[in-house]
């Protein structure tokens, strides 16, 4: 969690799975990267075979398993740079780390919506890619990173109760999850080429995340289950 604005605690082990130190480098790595996971994108994980990649990055089958020992390797690096990607830049934004809570929440909405939409894979969309073919280890560092982005939302919304701005009958848990699930769904249907660009989505959220947290019409929260 946060301590005078810096991240403490456990950190994600997204590091798992890099390419063999020294084998490529970074560019070309990101390249196969990219056409794996476009690949995923369109046939589905189950249905990709290595040769299908090989075939989309321009590289003998062999000379894939040089670089990776399975399929499983790759969409595992996929999801986790995507994820380090978006938990770096949340964390690394003043804005989020310093300031009064609303100040804090609304920049963390802006820096997330960026991310979704300008990150390394952003341009494939909500690819809902199936991580039970990854083992316990693994699914646990994945969870890991996307407990690291609750901690942070959820530590914002406990600093704005304080501040006296949020409702403070409200769960932060439950917020937090709430936020986040909103925000990642926009991919499933938002399309860059529609009537409606992200940064107009952006200011809507925000606007309707903070309605509904500084907002506590009488009695409301009483007909709620705890």
Do not use: C
């Not at 994945?142 to 959820?154: P, V």
């Not at 109760?161 to 990642?184: H, K, R, V, Y």
């Amino acid at each position: 969690e946060w301590e005078d604005g810096t991240l403490t605690g456990r950190r994600p082990h997204l590091n798992q799975g890099e390419p063999r130190e020294g084998t490529l480098n970074e560019k070309r790595w990101s390249e196969i990267l990219r056409d794996a996971a476009e690949v995923f994108s369109e046939k589905g994980y189950e249905a990709t075979t290595i040769e299908d990649i090989a075939s989309r990055v321009g590289l003998l089958k062999g000379s894939l398993y040089y670089y990776m020992e399975n399929k499983a390797d790759l969409l595992f690096q996929i999801t986790t740079r995507a994820l380090r990607q978006h938990l770096e830049a949340l964390q690394e934004d003043p804005g989020i780390t310093h300031g009064d809570a609303v100040s804090r929440l609304s920049h963390f909405i802006d820096r997330f919506m960026t991310e979704l939409e300008s990150g390394e894979f952003a341009s494939l969309g909500a690819v809902d890619f199936d991580l039970r073919f990854l083992g316990a280890e693994r699914l646990a560092a994945i969870n890991d990173g996307r407990h690291q982005i609750y901690l942070m939302l959820k530590r914002i919304l406990t600093l704005g109760i304080a501040e006296g701005e949020f409702d403070p009958n409200t769960d932060t848990s439950f917020a937090a999850n709430s936020i986040l699930f909103l925000m990642n769904s926009t991919q499933k249907w938002h399309r860059p080429s529609g009537t409606r660009p992200i940064r107009h989505v952006t200011e809507w959220y925000k606007r309707f995340i903070l309605a509904g947290l500084t907002t506590s019409p009488t009695g409301w929260h009483e007909g709620l289950e705890s």
